[in-house]
Each structure stands twice: as C-alpha cells, then as structure tokens.
C-alpha cells in the first residue's frame, strides 16, 4: 500500500484564486487549525516544564509540595476540558459559526499567558490555568469539528493526523526552547516566546473564512426528512442514540485512556528525571523531546485509519505501549544505563500511544458518519462533529484528569514503578475494549435515494375519502421506529414535535 502525502495535498487542496478564496479554502482552515492547536500544545508543555522549576520561587510554594501542586495544576487544565468539551462542542453545532468560538479560544488564550506570566500566588496562577482550559477545550472541539466539516469522514482520519502532527510539533519544540531559554535568559523570555506565539495564531484565526465544506458521501438533501437537529428535543434524542452505540462508547472509552496515558506520563515525567537523574531544565526538555517527537508520525496511523478503520491500529498502539511501561519502570537509578533504557522505552511509548490516539480520534467522526446515513431525521443538515468531538474531548480530559491527580499520589505515596504498572494496567483495558467495540473501516458508500413522505388518499368501507402520509424510519423513538402510515392527525401531532 502506498501512502503519499502528496496525493492527499493535491487531492484536497486545489488552488484558489484571489485572497478571499484562499482564506476560506480547507487549506487555511487546515493551517489555521493546526496553528491554534500548535500554540496551545506548545503553552502547555512548555508549563509542564515551568511548574516544577519556578513554583516554588513565583508563587512561594514549599518543595515539599511541588509534585501535589504540580498534579493539580495539570488537573485544573483538564477539569475545564471535561467541563468546556461537550459545551464547546454544542456551541459549534448549534451557532451560525464555528470562528466565533475559536476567536473566544484565542482571547482566553491570550488571557491566561499573561495570568501564569505574571502571577504571585498559587490561586492567580490556578485561574491562569483555568482560562487555559478554557481555550483548550474550544480549540479541540469546534476547531475539529470545522475540520470535520471541510473534510467530510473520507479524509477526517487524514486531517486528524496533521492535528496531531502539529500539536506533535509544539510538544516537541516547547522542552527544548523552554529549556534553553529558562537557563539563559529566563522566565520572561519563555512567556514572551508564549505571548508571540498566541498573538500569531489570533490574526490567523481572525483572517479565516469559513468555507469549503463538503457534503457527506453516498448522501442526499432532501426536504422530505425532517429537521430535528434545531429543537432540544432533537437533539437529546441525538446524544441518547449516541450514547447507546457501543461503538460510540468504545471510541470514548479508548479517548479517555489515551487522555489518561499522556497526560499522566506528562506529570510524572519530568519531576522522576529531576529527583531520579538530577537533570536541569536542559536535560529534562532534551530527554521530553523523546516523548513528543515521534507523536509527529501521526499522520501515517491517520491515513490507515481513513482505509482500514481504527480497530486493529488502536489494539496494537495500546497493547504496544505495556511492554515499554513494563521497561520503563526499572529506569529508578542514576546510572546511564538506567537513563538510556528511560529514554529509548520512551520513545517507544511515543510511537505506541500515536498508533491509539489519532485512529481512536477518527473513530468518533466514523460512527457519526454512519448514524446519520441510518438517522438522518435527528442529525439534519448538520454532521454534528460539534458534538462528537464534544464527546471525544470530554473522555480524553476526563481520563486526563484522573491520571494527573492519582499517578502523582502514586508516586509520592508508593513509587515510580507503582505509577507505570497502573498505565500497564489501563492500556491493557484499552486494547480490550477497542479490539471488541470498535468498528471496521467500510468501503465507499453507495449512494442511497432517501424515501419522501408522501400523501396517500384511500377509500374507507362507508365510502368516505381518507389521507395518510408513507414515512420512512426516521430513527425517532416512540414516534416511528418503522415505516408506517400516519393519518392526518397523527401527522400533525408529529409536525408540532419538529417545530
């Protein structure tokens, strides 16, 4: 199997003529994107790296304390995301634009640089956090969800990879230049560095047009079919149909474990190569490189999933990674055999987790996909990525918070090698339930004529003329699992629960 970059850049990005076609196209919107979610990435581990080193001289913390505070700062980060994913993701579904939420995003953003930059004490610094989150979760849901839309499920698995690929990016850079300009320069130039980046990325943003979506394969618009996605109803019958998909709940349940993993090796991480090895800034984002470098592979797991699903991708990403906690688990010595296999079990535990989380991401828009063929009623003109990626980000940050605080009790009241068993422990459930819940890649879709509501007129035995209307199913509960007939009444008392 051949996998070209090229072909999909040729593929999905024609060229535009004329600044505001260039704006609007998927190549912008792309970028875009992957600039917003570079910037957050890269804030974020670049405060990874911060917080162990400068708390305890910004914000008077004792060092006895900085793991605790260090495990609630990245918990506070992610508490807004379970909190902000599903409603992020609402906002973009329901709102006339998904830039509005984003241009929000970015002044959070903005916001929380100059909050962590010049806070003096802990709770200023916890609200930095927050707003932090805040941005974080809008970028993640509604930046995906315009992604989805312009890409369509054909490509989202693709698109997803150059998410990861950039993200990936600002993971890998952040270590190291915040390393290097911690030791030379200091904390302002790091926030500086910070502030520029999310200034960049809030002209990007506000430059962008929203544009050139495409429609769903193998579908029709046809104003037979209702429209339910507009009413509260609609859509609470939405997320019950979802949420009763184990497809659906495998890819969330494989999302949380991802979110989890990451996050928890992001906490523990640096502080078990500061007490552990006794390494300085420099080293400790050296040695992070290893851990977000390879994550930039992930546009090739992203092109397989778009071809063959994200099954078998995402069993063999989670059952890679036990042997390499197995590993690293015995790197507790400062020796340099012990710090080479930390590093080289690294970054296998790099490439392992990317094979998980970008197919397991795609996941999410595949069952989308295939709900709204079989329930086109509830889901309307809209994909409602919104709310999938509300989903996603939802479960990701949920386990991402619970690794942050546990793993760090782990540490501090058992031991490092405690604390890797138990992510051992959680990729063994992952692969478990992705190999049994989550679905194969189907084929090319066959363009499927939806069937109209029609008016039917019949004569009754006492002579009397009488109408009903031929429904399709229309995936709506009580009010018709099956193809019925409705009479007159009936179809009025339904035309009320549309309106």
């Not at 912008?28 to 979610?37: D, H, P, S």
């Not at 929380?112 to 941005?135: D, M, N």
């Not at 405690?418 to 090319?444: D, F, N």
């Not at 002579?463 to 209307?469: A, D, P, R």
Request: glycine content about 10%.
């Amino acid at each position: 199997m051949e996998l070209s970059v090229g072909k999909f850049w040729k593929r999905e990005f024609a060229p535009s003529l004329g600044f505001v076609a260039f704006r609007s196209s998927k190549w912008y919107i792309l970028v875009a994107a992957c600039w917003a979610l570079y910037t957050t990435s890269f804030y974020y581990t670049s405060t990874v790296l911060l917080i162990p080193f400068t708390m305890t001289e910004q914000a008077g913390v004792p060092e006895d304390g900085v793991q605790i505070y260090a495990g609630v700062m990245m918990a506070c980060y992610s508490v807004i995301l379970v909190i902000g994913g599903p409603l992020a993701g609402y906002w973009a579904d329901v709102g006339n634009s998904k830039k509005r939420p984003i241009m929000v995003a970015q002044t959070f953003l903005l916001i929380s640089t100059v909050i962590l930059w010049k806070g003096t004490h802990v709770a200023v610094l916890i609200v930095g956090r927050l707003c932090h989150g805040v941005a974080g979760s809008i970028f993640w849901s509604a930046g995906q969800a315009l992604l989805a839309d312009a890409f369509g499920a054909e490509s989202i698995g693709n698109a997803v990879g150059y998410v990861d690929l950039s993200s990936s990016l600002g993971y890998l850079l952040a270590p190291i230049l915040t390393g290097v300009l911690l030791d030379k320069s200091g904390v302002d130039s790091v926030y500086g560095m910070s502030l520029g980046f999310a200034c960049i990325s809030f002209l990007i943003s506000a430059a962008m047009i929203e544009g050139g979506k495409v429609s769903d394969a193998g579908q029709t618009t046809s104003m037979a079919i209702p429209d339910l996605s507009s009413t509260l109803a609609g859509r609470l019958r939405l997320v019950r149909l979802l949420l009763r998909s184990r497809r659906m709940l495998a890819a969330c349940l494989g999302c949380f474990v991802a979110g989890l993993v990451l996050v928890t090796y992001d906490t523990i991480a640096p502080i078990h190569m500061e007490r552990t090895y006794h390494w300085g800034p420099w080293e400790v984002g050296l040695a992070l490189g290893a851990w977000y470098g390879p994550k930039m592979l992930s546009i090739i797991p992203g092109t397989l999933a778009d071809r063959f699903g994200a099954r078998w991708m995402t069993v063999v990403g989670f059952f890679g990674c036990i042997p390499c906690f197995v590993a690293v688990a015995f790197a507790t010595d400062d020796t340099s055999r012990s710090k080479a296999l930390f590093i080289l079990m690294t970054v296998c535990l790099s490439i392992a987790i990317s094979f998980a989380n970008t197919p397991i991401t795609a996941e999410i828009i595949y069952v989308l996909d295939d709900k709204k063929r079989t329930n086109p009623a509830l889901f309307g003109t809209t994909r409602a990525s919104g709310l999938g990626f509300g989903f996603f980000l939802f479960s990701w940050a949920l386990g991402a918070t619970i690794g942050s605080l546990t793993c760090a009790k782990i540490v501090d009241s058992a031991s490092w090698d405690a604390a890797i068993y138990s992510l051992a422990g959680w990729c063994a459930a992952g692969a478990v339930i992705c190999l049994l819940w989550t679905g194969a890649r189907e084929g090319p879709k066959t363009q499927v004529p939806e069937i109209p509501l029609t008016l039917e007129s019949s004569d009754s035995e006492a002579g009397k003329s009488q109408e009903s209307i031929a429904c399709p199913k229309l995936g709506l509960g009580s009010l018709g699992d099956d193809p019925v007939h409705w009479g007159v009444g009936e179809t009025k008392i339904y035309h009320q629960f549309i309106r």
